[in-house]
């Protein structure tokens, strides 16, 4: 045999790299390896990167901070599957940290994670990517990206995959989907109802919780429950309810169940199928709080319909909410207050809560749950409004004390809703003094101080109601709550502005609350509101007029009106006519000013100047003299010009006389003046004025004495006047009779009848500028006047025939003119069958023929107007 060769190996072709089998301990050199363009090492190195980052979202962390990401992102559309698999796996894992999220967001990945549920992908890479996008999804902004890109309809298509968790994660990035309006919008369009329904057959019971989720926000839009209702899904809702192995997803069911009573056509489907009486069992019967606390709430979204509530009430659902008010748990008698609140539209059940629901809700008043207490003031104002019985039975279960503490909540719903409760039961008289009798003055000066516009105008409107008489006002004006009261009247918002309005005009019906308001800007803030087309309404118009009524002045300085309720007391001056938004000054200020050629400015006082109250009902006369009245108000002006305060205050000023009543209605001047005369003549007067005038002075300029109280300029003639009036006309049985004795004299007070043709000759512009010369001041009584023409003689006439009840009213005209409109009764008319006629409106004439009557819009009354 021969020897045998020994073959010799061939060397490996120099150009090729000799393998090499590495094994690396360090994730940073991993991640190096992301960049290789070897698919086995890319497979290998993605693989070992996911077991990495299942370990714990540190190791999440650390690939981020390494730079993982961004390569990862490439190998999404690699060629090869294995690789495309393992870096989809990764981004399944990676993707439920939040800055990864967030970066991938600023990578614009989602196009390249929808593709991968491509139908012709492995079911490995469905379920990655479908848990990467459920991942994505719970920011508003992924969502966004995902609804943009297309990944609705692959996600549906997903939900009838055979695998159980592309299923979990496909419904649950749906349901977060779903929030958005417009992604339900096109699930309905997509047809997205039927495979969710299919979802509840699932054996795994998260499946089934998200699917009753996804349905539960789905159902929100009438369309969704319409396709929920033909595809026979209240049968499977239904059927969950009733298999108690499935008592984990009831309170989902029920909360889509809710959704669907809202509509009509389902809530009769469900009354067919007997489930409303499975609603009604499971509220009262489960030992569950949170299916009671969602069944509540189910009743509560149907009983917004009409119909819905008619049959709740034919179901007896009021004895259901009365036994959940007594559950243990607080979100359940939220909820079972809340169901109470929507079934008081119907109301039979109003009637059925007045003595089994409105004594627990009482109870629920004083509880420490603010959110409790607010649901349980919110269904005592259903219950209240607009049912005097259920006001008495809030009442009668010793209900006005806890609901003056709901006053006080941090809720501004409890505390809006207890004011309403309160308005409701001051609306009745019995109820107003128990209402008055728990401070609630006090208790509403911090809601009309709320920065809540409903709180302000319940709390306004708690004030209108209660301050209906002049004790309760009394205690809101002690409160402090005219402030607040009047700070509202500057809001924006309409219904508390209104609402303000109201509570003013119901406090003005008081002199001193009314003098109050204005000393707070009330006049001013209405007059402004009042001057907007926009912000002003009648009930800023009546407040104004009520404030207006107790300041005659300013009314019929803008009105040029003051009707037979107005009474001109003491202290009344006509300034003439102001434009809207003008400010009149006060008469003290008037006083003041130098004699201009400006209009007189008229004035009615018949008390006298002293410095100091009287100390006996037997007062010191007011008759002076011409003479005397001129030096006395010459030296208050003088004495008073240091003073800083200014307005017409006087401490002697008596009570209002009655608006009515004719023996009842005349000054206590008269009566003064009356005991006056008889007891002393004409010089003994004097001499007694002159001690008096002499003894003033010292008072009121003398050194290291304290300043006195200003005055207005006493005027005797006028206290005269008043006098021979109440002596000589008041005693007149006939009203016509009264009415033209006091016509005619006025007259001639006033300087005597005028012909028509002679009025531009009777000089009593000189008269009248005498006057404000020898008084060194704009301002004139009344009585110092001997030639008036219209406004001076219709201003006196109103004044005396308020002194002695003789009802009428004053009336500004054009071009100087004023006149008195009386109403008397014409026998010769004949009125319907037992009713008697209307009283006729008639102009006194003071001018031309003093004591003529002219029926209001004849030719005499017109001429007489406007000759």
Not at 25 to 40: D, F, G, Q
Not at 243 to 262: F, G, Q, R
Not at 611 to 638: A, F, H, M
């Amino acid at each position: 045999m021969g020897k045998k060769i020994k073959k010799e190996v061939e060397p490996p072709p120099k150009d090729v790299f000799d393998p090499l089998t590495i094994e690396s301990k360090n994730a940073a050199t991993v991640v190096l390896m992301l960049n290789s363009p070897e698919e086995e090492i890319l497979a290998k190195a993605c693989e070992a990167i996911y077991r990495f980052a299942l370990k714990g979202e540190e190791n999440k962390a650390t690939l981020l901070e390494l730079g993982a990401v961004e390569p990862l992102t490439k190998l999404l559309t690699h060629e090869d599957k294995i690789v495309r698999r393992n870096a989809t796996m990764i981004f399944g894992i990676l993707a439920s940290n939040n800055e990864v999220k967030k970066l991938l967001r600023e990578l614009d990945v989602m196009s390249s994670v929808i593709a991968q549920l491509a139908p012709e992908e492995e079911v490995v890479i469905h379920e990655f990517a479908s848990l990467c996008l459920a991942n994505m999804s719970a920011e508003y902004s992924s969502k966004a990206q995902i609804f943009a890109q297309g990944g609705l309809e692959p996600l549906i298509r997903l939900l009838s995959s055979p695998d159980p968790d592309v299923k979990k994660n496909s419904i649950e990035c749906i349901y977060n989907l779903a929030q958005d309006f417009q992604c339900r919008t096109t699930l309905q369009e997509l047809n997205a109802i039927p495979p969710i329904l299919d979802l509840l057959k699932s054996e795994f019971p998260v499946i089934q919780l998200l699917a009753l989720k996804t349905l539960g926000v789905v159902t929100n839009d009438k369309e969704a429950r319409a396709m929920l209702r033909d595809n026979q899904g209240l049968d499977h809702l239904i059927k969950i309810l009733e298999t108690k192995e499935l008592n984990d997803l009831h309170v989902e069911a029920l909360s889509v169940i809710a959704n669907c009573l809202e509509d009509m056509d389902t809530m009769v489907l469900i009354q067919q199928m007997g489930g409303l009486k499975k609603l009604l069992s499971f509220a009262e019967n489960s030992t569950i709080p949170e299916i009671q606390k969602n069944a509540a709430k189910a009743i509560t979204k149907a009983a917004y319909d009409p119909e819905n509530r008619k049959l709740f009430h034919e179901q007896e659902v009021e004895k259901c909410l009365v036994t959940l008010l007594g559950s243990e748990n607080d979100g359940t008698k939220i909820a079972a207050s809340q169901a109470i609140s929507a079934m008081c539209e119907n109301s039979g059940s109003k009637d059925f809560f007045n003595t089994q629901g409105i004594p627990q809700l009482i109870q629920l008043l004083k509880s420490d749950n603010e959110e409790l207490r607010e649901a349980a003031a919110l269904a005592l104002a259903n219950l209240t409004t607009c049912n005097p019985a259920n006001a008495r039975a809030t009442a009668e279960a010793d209900g006005i004390g806890p609901l003056i503490s709901a006053l006080s909540s941090k809720r501004d719903g409890a505390v809006a809703n207890a004011a309403t409760v309160l308005t409701n039961m001051a609306t009745q008289e019995p109820l107003r003094g128990s209402v008055q009798g728990h401070e609630l003055p006090r208790a509403l000066l911090a809601p009309l101080r709320s920065a809540d516009a409903v709180v302000q105008s319940r709390a306004a409107l708690a004030v209108a109601a209660t301050a209906c008489d002049v004790g309760a006002r009394a205690e809101l004006r002690a409160a402090g709550a005219l402030e607040p009261l009047v700070d509202l009247l500057r809001s924006r918002n309409d219904e508390v502005r209104r609402h303000a309005s109201w509570a003013v005009t119901v406090c003005a019906s008081d002199e001193l609350m009314a003098t109050d308001l204005c000393r707070l800007g009330a006049l001013d803030i209405l007059e402004e509101i009042n001057l907007s087309v926009s912000r002003k309404n009648k009930y800023s118009e009546a407040a104004y007029n009520k404030l207006l009524n107790n300041n005659l002045s300013l009314k019929y300085s803008q009105t040029g009106y003051l009707s037979s309720s107005n009474i001109i007391t003491d202290g009344f001056y006509d300034y003439g006519r102001i434009n809207p938004g003008t400010k009149l000054l006060p008469l003290k200020e008037l006083s003041f000013q130098e004699p201009s050629d400006l209009r007189a400015i008229l004035l009615i006082n018949s008390k006298s100047s002293d410095v100091s109250p009287p100390s006996s009902t037997e007062d010191k006369p007011s008759d002076t003299t011409y003479g005397r009245s001129i030096s006395s108000s010459s030296s208050l002006r003088r004495s008073s010009k240091e003073k800083t305060t200014t307005g017409f205050v006087s401490p002697t000023e008596e009570k209002s006389e009655p608006t009515s009543g004719r023996n009842t209605v005349f000054g206590k001047s008269a009566v003064k003046e009356k005991g006056l005369r008889k007891g002393r003549g004409k010089k003994e007067e004097e001499k007694v004025k002159e001690e008096e005038e002499v003894a003033l002075a010292p008072k009121i300029t003398g050194e290291g004495v304290p300043e006195k109280e200003w005055y207005p300029p006493p005027d005797s003639q006028f206290s005269l006047y008043v006098y021979e009036v109440t002596k000589a006309i008041l005693p007149l049985t006939n009203i016509k009779e009264q009415i033209v004795a006091l016509a005619k004299y006025v007259a001639e007070k006033m300087g005597g009848p005028i012909a028509k043709d002679k009025l531009q000759e009777f000089s009593w512009e000189l008269h009248i500028s005498e006057l404000k010369f020898q008084l060194k001041s704009n301002v004139v009584p009344i009585g110092q006047i001997k030639k008036g023409i219209f406004y001076h003689r219709a201003l006196l006439f109103k004044a005396l025939a308020d002194r002695i009840g003789v009802g009428c009213s004053l009336v500004r005209g054009e071009y100087g003119r004023a006149w008195n409109e009386v109403k008397l009764m014409d026998k010769s008319r004949k009125g319907t069958i037992g009713c008697l006629p209307p009283p006729d409106t008639y102009i006194v004439d003071l001018m031309f023929h003093p004591g003529d009557l002219l029926r209001l819009r004849s030719r005499e009354a017109d001429l007489y107007r406007f000759l």
